[in-house]
């Protein structure tokens, strides 16, 4: 599946949790906008994705996604920046993908769980030291991730509660997760950044506000 992205994203006048998204022909969509971030750990690269939720059809759709090691962008001694190992681009930092996707879906709300606190404090100091810490950037933690993770992603997927990029490295690690029949040891970040997701939509769901 191909996902169409929006080409502009404007706020409910009344609603802080609508996100109005126009697509092409004029065809504008309410949708519940929030993210999910897995962060590096050991040997398991990070991972980001910024979703939404069609309010319309309650379907979850997976915009963007992102791997990274660090959060600023990974220079070398040079000041050039590091190239991927698996040459795919360059190691760019978490913040070029909290800033690019808040200036278009006007979301910078992420969902993490499933690690432990040390992992997440190490990176969100860093977060808040770097340069968009003027944003409304935001943790929400879904505990138990770990214990209720697989069975939601088993769930959601066979009931097609979400789409996303076919052939992307986070449909691939889905694919190869359940392969193993959700074996632990097969979890990489792309498959917690996204049960992580899974869980805050369901632990935090849209609320309809109204004049």
């Known amino acids: 599946m191909i996902i ?4 502009a994203v404007t706020k409910h006048k009344v609603n802080p949790y609508t996100s109005l998204l126009h697509f092409e022909g004029g065809v504008v969509k309410p949708f ?3 993210g999910g971030i897995a962060f590096p750990d050991g040997n398991n690269e990070g991972f980001a994705i910024m979703a939404g939720q069609d309010l ?7 915009f963007e996604q992102f791997k990274f090691w660090t959060i600023e962008t990974w220079l070398n001694g040079d000041g050039t920046i ?6 795919t681009g360059f190691d760019l930092g978490l913040i070029q993908f909290v800033n690019d996707t808040f200036s278009l879906y006007k979301s910078a709300t992420y969902f993490w769980g499933g690690q432990h606190i040390d992992v997440k404090t190490r990176y969100s100091i860093q977060i808040y030291k770097s340069e968009f810490k003027h944003l409304m950037f935001s943790l929400i933690e879904v505990p138990y991730v770990n214990e209720i ?5 088993g769930e959601k997927l066979n009931t097609e ?3 996303g990029q076919v052939d ?4 691939k690690s889905v694919e190869q997760f359940v392969s193993t029949r959700m074996d632990a040891g097969a979890k990489n970040g792309a498959v917690l950044a996204l049960e992580t997701l899974l869980a805050g939509f369901e632990k935090i769901p849209w ?4 004049e």
């Open 4 to 7: 169409r992205r929006p080409m």
């Open 32 to 34: 519940y906008m929030r």
């Open 56 to 62: 319309l059809s309650k379907t979850l759709i997976i």
């Open 82 to 87: 590091h190239i991927r190992d698996d040459g």
């Open 149 to 153: 993770g697989d069975g939601i992603l």
């Open 161 to 163: 509660a979400f789409k």
């Open 168 to 171: 992307s490295y986070l449909s």
């Open 207 to 210: 609320v309809d506000i109204k």
